[in-house]
């Protein structure tokens, strides 16, 4: 199928506005050929990818020729965590050779127009999208976010197709971004009773194991959900499958707006239950776990709002010699936590706050051996990524796994 083009994009495909559009523009019909696409979609964002740990040596050689050709974001984007911190990668042991690749990415980045962001969640930091608006994302998590809490519209964007869209502002109008195509074919009844924070990362888990890539509509979720535990479902379900759009029925925006079965009845139905939940936490856990010395938490990056619960749980606690906590977040989190005295407390229960990088990709110093953390994506990736021991929990079960009461302090 031909795919039809306004004349702006073929303007830009003729090279009208630079070398660098041109081949952005010539690399997005492409891919809009090869998927049968009929027309392109304009994006009001992107986010993209500059974690080395991802784009690796060819995704640095894309970014500099863009870059020399004379390339410029049309649209805001913003990009990903990277995969050292910025600030403690030398303390963190990354090799000098990585760190400068992955600073080289960052100058690029920022050359090419992208706002230095660097976090999972751009949506907690100013790249919001509206209801219905079209977007570029490249971050599974974020994805899934957009799609199905935000009613925005995206595909999981490929780390190289995602710049492309960040230069022309345009993407092949296939998948999410066609309405039809956005609509549920599995019900998922939860009766699990009352859901804590933990439940939502498992049953996360639970529906991306079972349904890959289908689009479930969620029945049993209360309506005072929070978007933090909509953020850890949704990231859970892209990490374990490859959920993009999920609806909850009552809750997210197009499920209050209509049937989010388009009208028909769903192909597939299954329940989940407290015994469901609690199966799968065990299988999450590797089988030989020692006593924990690392906890990490914050993946998707942790928001204030989790940060505040955390810093709450640590008042009056340590975190016990050869034990440690470590913390990840946005940039943006990270000041607004500052400036609301909690990475105060904090640092002085001995937790350590890593911004702007990322929780999986981040180097882990050999002499931890088991590992907990609150996260059902970090917990489906870590043994795979890292080989150690894991449990996975709740916040306060971390808490009180490496960080003991202070006497004299008061909990
Ligand atoms: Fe974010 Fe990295 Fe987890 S990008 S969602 S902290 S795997």
């Not at 709450?312 to 050869?322: C, F």
Request: some cysteine; glycine content about 10%.
């Amino acid at each position: 199928m031909t795919t039809r083009l306004t004349e702006d994009e073929k303007a830009m495909l003729r090279g009208d506005r630079g070398e660098a559009v041109q081949f952005a523009m010539e690399t997005v019909v492409r891919v809009a050929r090869g998927f049968d696409a009929e027309e392109l979609v304009e994006v009001v964002s992107v986010h993209a990818m500059a974690m080395y740990g991802d784009l690796h040596d060819a995704g640095l050689d894309l970014l500099e020729r863009l870059h020399r050709l004379g390339g410029r974001c049309c649209v805001p984007t913003t990009q990903d965590p990277a995969s050292m911190s910025f600030t403690h990668w030398q303390r963190m042991g990354v090799p000098a050779a990585y760190a400068d690749k992955q600073f080289r990415l960052a100058r690029l980045a920022e050359a090419l127009g992208e706002h230095p962001l660097w976090s999972c969640t751009p949506y907690d930091a100013g790249n919001a999208p509206a209801y219905g608006q079209n977007v570029a994302w490249a971050e599974s998590s974020a994805v899934s976010f957009a799609n199905s809490v935000l009613g925005a519209r995206t595909n999981r964007t490929p780390a190289g197709l995602a710049i492309c869209a960040a230069l022309t502002g345009r993407m092949p109008k296939v998948g999410l971004y066609r309405p039809e195509h956005r609509v549920a074919r599995v019900k998922v009844v939860v009766d699990a009773g009352e859901l804590t924070a933990l439940d939502y990362h498992t049953l996360g888990i639970l529906i991306g194991r079972r349904l890959g890539t289908e689009i479930p509509a969620l029945v049993g979720i209360p309506t005072n959900v929070t978007r933090d535990d909509l953020k850890s479902l949704g990231a859970a379900a892209a990490a374990s499958g490859a959920v993009a759009l999920y609806h909850v029925i009552g809750v997210t925006p197009e499920a209050c707006r209509a049937d989010p079965f388009g009208g028909q009845p769903p192909r597939e139905e299954f329940q989940v239950t407290r015994g469901d939940l609690e199966t799968t936490v065990r299988e999450l856990q590797t089988a030989h776990p020692g006593p924990v010395d690392l906890v990490v938490v914050g993946c998707p990056h942790y928001s204030l709002g989790e940060v505040r619960r955390l810093a709450g749980l640590l008042r009056g606690r340590r975190v016990a010699p050869g034990k440690a906590l470590w913390v990840y977040t946005s940039g943006e989190v990270e000041r607004q936590a500052a400036a609301e005295g909690l990475l105060a407390t904090l640092d002085a229960a001995g937790a350590e706050v890593l911004a702007q990088t990322c929780a999986v990709m981040s180097p882990l110093p050999k002499r931890f051996r088991t590992l907990m953390t609150d996260s059902g994506k970090y917990a489906s990736y870590l043994p795979s990524e890292h080989g150690v021991e894991l449990v996975y929990g709740g916040i306060d079960a971390c808490v009180q796994a490496v960080a003991a009461l202070q006497e004299g302090i008061g909990a």
